[in-house]
């Protein structure tokens, strides 16, 4: 398929794959608390309903960062999927995510600053491990295009497994699920107020539901790569990793900033650096030929 | 389709309950009755939410917090008064702190008794706040569009008050541009106001019963009038109210030679706006060290 179709298709079935997870997300987290839960299409009713609400704003440059962020979420899915660069496709998720936070300082609440930034100190946590992950896939693939990763004959989960739980150990953050749900989250609402986005409403708050369906399709997609050997296989392991999410979610609770920065840093050195040093050593010694 | 009925997000504020009715609220969200079924999330955000429920009387200590949350819920809203005390100050009604109901503070739409209230009840109350919920969002719809037929008269005495919150709602984003609160406009009082009103004339732009735009001038008794205090809804901006408004208080003083106005050097839509009027800057005048007054005049031919 040509990378323009491929776009199309991003564009257009994105926002409703995102909308369906988040919904048999809703329905699959009820479950597990023995509730019936809501409707499946319940995060599409929460959108139209949101666009038919008021726009209240404290700046109305607000706004337009939020727009940004919707913009740049949808580019860097928009790169994934059209097999760009794998480190490019990583800078522009780091520019979507300082748009939002730009976004929520900008409201000037005590609420928007404590989420703006405890989604920094999120940043700062996830970023290291995503980023090795594109290199863990270079030193396997040779390459960083998605395009020629996805297509190689390996499988990169077997060689880089501790990288891999590395990376889920921090997608719980980007998910923005329990442990790590620290600057917004969708349950527990009255904690935190909303986070970052407690400042944000109508139409706007639209807009970053769906700039989160966006990204994440495109992060379920960042993790499609290590089970590439088949499409099958790799959309059914995708979708195991889903509910693995949700489960984690379900059984933890919360943790504090520091707990959660402290541990995915960790979790990044060992797991993650260590299964590089070791992929390059028996690279080295001649054990594993790549 | 608005989806509003698919998925009412409901904001709680104990306003001096005994909790027991709060306990029966925060009961509904559990496995036993999950409301969530019908996509209704308790948010804990007034800026997300589209049903106030309030339970216990309103006493002197918090009736600025459920004034704070109603004003800050964006439209369509609506209030559930939940439990005896919400609904008419119950047992607690003659007390000396004590305001009454939900309702002697923010207009109620939904009264649901009951002590302590049950969740059977309080589902109910939502359900029947959506309908209400729905023909609040039409009626703002039909407002929308009803903009171009805003009907433009003189303001009475009566309207004072809603055109002072419309003043002090609609300068917000003059505030904005200078960061400064210390607008004049933002400052003043009704008393301020009445006086005002005594020697001037004041316009009102009403679309639908309400007022959404608003004007005044007076003749400064050496043949210009001066005008001031141009003021639309932030809502109803860029539907071009404000000209039509312009237009209608130069109409009532047909013997000024020329007419006087001023707005802020950094306003740029609104001097925008009057140069498009024919209005032309002929001097400035500095009103605090990061504001200036840009004063604009147009003759009359």
Request: hydrophobic share 50%; aromatic share 12%.
């Amino acid at each position: 398929m040509s990378p323009w179709w491929r776009l199309l298709i991003y564009l257009v079935a994105a926002p409703l794959v995102g909308g369906l997870l988040a919904g048999i997300d809703r329905r699959i987290s009820a479950h597990m608390q023995a509730r019936q839960g809501p409707p499946l299409l319940q995060p599409f009713y929460d959108v139209i309903k949101l666009w038919s609400k008021e726009r209240l704003v404290v700046r109305r440059t607000q706004n337009y960062f939020i727009l940004f962020f919707f913009l740049l979420t949808v580019f860097t899915g928009a790169l994934f999927f059209c097999g760009s660069d794998l480190l490019l496709v990583f800078f522009a998720l780091t520019l979507s995510g300082i748009f939002f936070v730009l976004g929520a300082y900008k409201a000037s609440s005590p609420y928007s600053f404590v989420g703006a930034s405890r989604e920094l100190v999120q940043m700062m946590a996830y970023e290291p491990v995503v980023l090795l992950t594109a290199v863990g896939l270079y030193m396997v693939t040779h390459t960083f295009q998605v395009d020629a990763i996805v297509s190689s004959a390996h499988t990169p989960i077997l060689l880089l497994p501790g990288l891999f739980v590395a990376l889920m150990y921090a997608m719980e953050m980007k998910f923005r699920k329990s442990p790590f749900d620290l600057s917004m989250s969708h349950h527990a609402h009255q904690e935190l107020v909303r986070g970052i986005t407690t400042e944000f409403s109508g139409p706007t708050l639209a807009i970053i539901e769906v700039a989160h369906w966006y990204e994440n399709v495109m992060l379920l997609g960042w993790l499609f790569p290590f089970f590439s050997t088949h499409w099958v296989f790799g959309l059914a392991a995708t979708a195991l990793m889903f509910f693995l999410l949700l489960v984690v979610d379900n059984v933890c609770a919360r943790v504090r900033w520091d707990f959660a920065l402290r541990s995915t840093w960790q979790m990044t050195l060992v797991l993650g650096c260590g299964n590089i040093l070791v992929l390059w050593l028996v690279e080295v010694l001649g054990i594993v030929k790549l | 389709m608005s989806g509003l009925q698919k998925s009412p997000w409901v904001i709680h504020y104990d306003a001096s309950s005994c909790n027991g009715c709060d306990i029966e609220v925060l009961a509904s969200l559990t496995p036993g009755f999950d409301v969530e079924r019908f996509g209704i999330i308790n948010t804990g955000n007034p800026k997300h939410a589209d049903i106030f429920l309030v339970t216990g009387s309103v006493n002197a200590q918090n009736r600025i917090v459920v004034r704070n949350i109603y004003d800050q819920m964006p439209e369509p809203k609506v209030v559930v008064a939940l439990g005896c005390c919400a609904t008419s100050g119950g047992i607690f009604r003659e007390c000396y702190n004590v305001s009454g109901g939900v309702d002697s503070v923010i207009p109620v739409d939904v009264y649901v008794p009951g002590c302590a209230i049950r969740p059977e009840a309080i589902i109910d109350g939502v359900v029947r706040a959506l309908g209400i919920l729905e023909a609040r969002r039409a009626a703002i719809a039909a407002s929308t569009v009803a903009a171009g037929v805003m009907t433009i008269q003189r303001a009475t005495a009566a309207d004072l008050p809603e055109l002072l919150a419309l003043q002090k709602v609609a300068y917000q984003s003059e505030a904005e541009i200078y960061d400064d609160t210390s607008l004049p406009a933002l400052h003043q009082t009704l008393a301020e106001m009445t006086a005002d009103f005594n020697r001037m004339i004041f316009l009102k732009g009403v679309v639908n019963g309400k007022i959404v735009a608003s004007v005044r001038g007076y003749d400064d008794g050496k043949g210009s009038a001066n005008i001031l205090r141009l003021s639309v809804l932030p809502y109803f901006r860029g539907r071009k109210l404000g000209r039509r408004l312009m237009a209608a208080i130069e109409a009532e003083f047909p013997q000024a030679k020329r007419f006087e106005l001023f707005t802020g050097h950094r306003s740029a839509i609104n001097i925008h706006i009057y140069t498009q009027l024919g209005y032309t800057n002929f001097k400035t005048e500095p009103f605090n060290d990061h504001i200036e007054w840009v004063y604009m005049e147009k003759k009359q031919s």
